[in-house]
């Protein structure tokens, strides 16, 4: 993994690519590319991450050549059911990869490791759960949700009635508006997480509201899974009837979903992932999943994700004394959204020219945006993977005052434009 100044004291990387290169000089030639994208850059976005080579190693290996359609675990018919032969191994594996993510959480709920991302899970979740046609209550897309929390262009929008709930003028998640709707709309299946939401989710009051009107509560903690299992953040756990997460953002694993629940959806929950979903486990990945959640469970996991939040306030700290206006007026967790409503240019703007500066962001919608999903009012920051290499709150103090001459440029050049 490269530090903080790009150097890779492990040459797995470029082995990798040098090896594919004599095979595929195209394809190998592009990876390489990548790699030196990724080594010279300042990498915030909030939903990336560098795992570590084990993680990568594990995911390339000849785990990829298996069919395991199935589980291993025993059923209640008492049968293994996998459909393949030749499954002894992976079947070890995946059990064991099941039960260290359930030690990462602290939990007896059923864990499903084999979704293969974050909308698989999701989409599992929901099927375990509730009937097309009925209604979901969630966060938009645009107050910091998720695509398969609702949006109208998802699977999520299009088999379930959905009703937003609202972010008050500060941007927090309003909890009345929450309560309000839920009585006022009765849904099935309360939703919360986001991908774009900077502040602390209050799980038990989503349960309460939930339990009020008897309806089933599920959250998405892809962003924040991390935090949650280093004790950054509070945990879903025992408040959500299902847990659903992805495994590459500030976990720091492989590209991929988990689907936990309470141990009464635990065979819901399965037919939904497979048969109903997917085919067949990706086994390499899962051991890439297993190979994270050990890494998870070591106390330098735990120093990693306290310093990812001592960064996140540092940054965001440094904006604001700068004059930005931050989403929320600050961040309690790894990520937090700069509004720039009032500046002559959009968030993609903005997102264009850090590329051209070799600083990785993205553009993003802020609450109440006026202009469109394409060129949007704010930037997504995060500081999940620069902390991974190494780096501190001065160097992301550091970071914030190269954003801003940037942004003194671009809005220098906006504005003669405009003349
Ligand atoms: C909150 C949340 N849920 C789900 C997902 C979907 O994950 P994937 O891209 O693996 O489908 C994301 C992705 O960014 C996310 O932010």
């Not at 594919?20 to 195209?26: E, G, M, Q, V």
């Not at 990869?97 to 864990?111: G, I, L, S």
Request: glycine content about 8%; charged content about 25%.
């Amino acid at each position: 993994m490269f530090n903080r100044d790009g150097k890779d004291d492990n040459n797995y990387n470029v082995e990798n690519y040098e090896f594919i290169k004599k095979y595929s000089p195209t394809v190998g030639s592009l990876i390489e590319k990548e790699y030196n994208r990724q080594k010279n850059n300042i990498e915030l976005i909030a939903s990336e991450n560098y795992c570590s080579e084990a993680v990568l190693a594990a995911c390339g290996s000849c785990l990829s050549w298996k069919y395991a359609e199935g589980y291993p675990y025993v059923r209640t018919s008492g049968n293994k059911g996998r459909y393949y032969g030749g499954t002894e191994f992976v079947d070890e594996l995946e059990e064991y990869c099941c039960n260290k993510w359930r030690e990462v959480f602290h939990t007896d709920y059923h864990v499903n490791v084999q979704p293969h991302s974050g909308s698989q899970a999701n989409f599992a979740g929901y099927k375990a759960l509730i009937s097309p046609g009925d209604t979901i209550l969630s966060l938009s897309l645009d107050n910091g949700g998720h695509l398969t929390h609702g949006s109208s262009v998802n699977f999520s929008g299009k088999l379930y009635n959905v009703i937003f709930y609202d972010v008050d003028d500060k941007g927090y998640i309003d909890m009345e508006d929450v309560r309000k709707k839920a009585l006022e709309y009765k849904p099935q299946l309360i939703m919360t997480g986001a991908s774009a939401y900077s502040r602390i989710i209050d799980f038990k009051a989503f349960a309460d509201i939930a339990k009020e009107v008897g309806c089933y509560f599920m959250v998405d903690m892809a962003h924040i899974a991390g935090l949650v299992a280093a004790g950054e953040h509070l945990s879903p756990f025992g408040y959500a009837d299902i847990v659903t997460t992805t495994t590459h953002k500030t976990l720091r694993g492989p590209r991929g979903g988990l689907v936990f629940g309470k141990p009464e959806f635990a065979k819901k929950i399965d037919s939904a992932v497979f048969p109903y979903a997917q085919g067949g486990p990706l086994e390499h990945i899962i051991a890439g999943k297993a190979v994270c959640a050990e890494e998870a469970l070591k106390p330098e996991f735990k120093e990693y994700a306290h310093q990812v939040v001592l960064n996140c306030a540092a940054l965001c700290d440094e904006f604001i004394k700068l004059g930005y206006k931050v989403v929320t007026g600050g961040t309690d967790n790894h990520v937090f959204l700069l509004d720039l409503s009032e500046f002559p240019f959009s968030g993609r703007d903005l997102q264009e020219r850090c590329d051209e500066n070799g600083i990785t962001l993205n553009k993003n919608a802020i609450p109440n945006d006026q202009r469109s999903p394409m060129q949007t009012s704010g930037v997504r920051i995060g500081t999940a993977p620069m902390t991974t290499r190494g780096y501190k709150e001065d160097d992301f103090r550091e970071v914030a005052r190269r954003i801003d001459k940037i942004v003194k440029e671009l809005a220098k050049e906006k504005e003669a434009e405009a003349k």
